[in-house]
């Protein structure tokens, strides 16, 4: 096998949607099990769609995914500039080729005359295309004398330049996810090539370009399968088809109930992030929410990523970033467009968060506690973070479900006050409270623990009786991590101070 180049190549159009993080996933994780080179590759020649802010949003997205490129705009890299509108000049030499192979012709026809000549076509019933079947009646280098077409060029008349299609051909291209794909020729237009501005179009820049950098396999999204026999025409017309890189195109990420692809307007739909980050929209403000605010980690993200589209083949889900890099495989890659299902990727999310260390779990804590203006020791959010990771999707929740561990209840959860706080328990934690005001050492999970049962074996009372009510009198809910441990995080005064106030507040209303 020739060796493996591969290369990301978005628009910087806007930000990039998390399927286009999937695509640039699939390419490294590629490139990286046959010891080859990922590539980014910007693809910037269509400069009225240009978004300012969206070429660092992909490196950045790229960089939180930990796939870095190892040869692009940033990097560097033998085949440098790598960012298309940086290589203009390259391109004037191939379409020239192709004009004069006869490959490809000039056309001069102005919007009003191609909206015509569509309407018309639509009329008669046909496909509105510029196409080998309608090239013939417009105002072209097919059609215009070779006086007229020089007359025009010298007139600074506004041309674009065309791929002369075939006829009557089957264009034939084997995709290593779909196998064999066979287009006829008659269903494709002329693609223009090089436009009015004097800048190739995506179709030329991307040939051109993955020849020129050496690209042995084309990983991309199955939106641009029907652009595959061109770019197939391509190649044959400039006389690369032996090196003509080998297409697989992946499957379409889809909206979780199947219907429909992927979009902006499916995240707002059902409420998920489609982006990796937060995307301020230049002009609106609007503010699209991303994976990454979200709370997903990045190693969860790349997980979920990996599965939407590709089976390991066996049971296995879990993989960090280089077993994946083992175990990936085109072959595995499915032809169906994949459910996007949130649902996993929260889960995973779990199964990331939970492995966490504590303290780099404490960092979003000490964050969330200094915004609400309250002061912790690294060592206590360690320790919140330790008993709650079990519990949490996202490490946000960690202070919106534990603030009791710096902040004494406000309510208490009135279901579990009717069904828990009896007379009986409430006497057995003031007491316990007594306990505890009487120990001067240090409260640990374990002499919590001792006190607790002690003085209720004293009391003839079961644990059970009381241990509702003493986590409703410390947290004001009805569930939480281990209660003894929590004791040990709040320490011997605060355990006592918030028994007595519950006893107040909850005495009074039973
Ligand atoms: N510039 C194209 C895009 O925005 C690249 C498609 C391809 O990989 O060929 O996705």
Redesign the pocket.
Known sequence: MRPVRV?F???PTGPLHIG?VRTALYNYLFAKQHQGTFILRI?DTDQTRFVPGAEEYIREALDWCGISPDEGVVEGGKYAPYRQSERKNIYQQYTQQLLDAGYAYYAFDTSDELNTMRERLQAEGKNPQYDATSRMSMKNSLTLSEEEVAAKLKSDEPYVLRIKTPEDEEIQLNDLVRGEVKVHSSTLDDKVLLKSDGLPT?HLA?VVDDYLMKISH?I??EE?LPSAPLHVLLYRYLGWEDSMPQFAHLPLLMNPDGKGKLSKRSGDRFGFPVYPFDWKNPQSEEVSPGFRESGYLPEATVNFLALLGWHPGDEEELFSLEELVKVFGLDRVSKAGAKFDIEKAKWFNQQYLKELPNSSLAKYLLKDLSENGIESSPEKAEQVCGLMKERITFPQEIWSTAQYFYQPPEHYDEKMVRKKWKAEASDALLAYAEVLEGSDEKLSAESAKQQLQQLLEDRQMGLGKVMPALRLALTGQGGGPDLMSTMEVLGRQEVMSRIRQAVEQLNGNT
């Open positions: 290369r190549a978005p628009s286009g693809e995506y991307n084309v991309r999204g641009w």
